[in-house]
């Protein structure tokens, strides 16, 4: 797995500036394969995702059931591992400034926009 990580950091890490990724979740009840398209943000070995219908979207609450995912940026896709970020922790703070910022244009200094203040971060461990 080490291996596979240290691929998926290099490799993505590359792809950080790309608009947006594609996550495959396993259904929680059908287990089936669920991919949607979403903006995402790396930092530090992680990639984030923002869900805006928090705990209610059905990404989140596959995940929570199976955190196997799969995650595709261009044509570079590989399994690996999610899990939702604590709330109020350092973890929870980066990723929404990394998304706000790539997306809504946030700086430091700056308040969040209500998009990166009220969703529900989800990380995804590259390292």
């Keep these: ?3 596979l990580t240290t691929y998926a950091r290099t490799v993505f890490e590359r792809l ?3 608009d947006i990724c594609y996550l495959t979740t396993t259904g929680r009840t059908s287990g089936r394969p669920h991919e949607i ?6 930092s530090d070995g992680t990639l984030f995702l923002l869900s805006g219908g928090r705990q209610r979207a059905d990404w989140v609450k596959n995940i929570k059931k199976d955190p196997r995912v799969r995650v595709r940026i ?3 896709s590989v399994a690996l591992k999610a899990r939702v970020v604590k709330a109020g922790t350092h973890e929870d703070r980066i990723a929404r400034d990394v998304l706000d910022g790539k997306y809504m244009g946030w700086r430091e200094g700056q308040k969040l926009s209500s ?3 009220g969703s529900l971060p989800v990380a995804v461990d590259l390292r």
């Design 1 to 3: 797995m080490a291996a």
């Design 16 to 18: 950080a500036n790309e």
């Design 37 to 42: 398209e979403i903006w995402f943000g790396i």
């Design 74 to 76: 261009n044509t570079q």
């Design 115 to 117: 998009w990166a203040r």
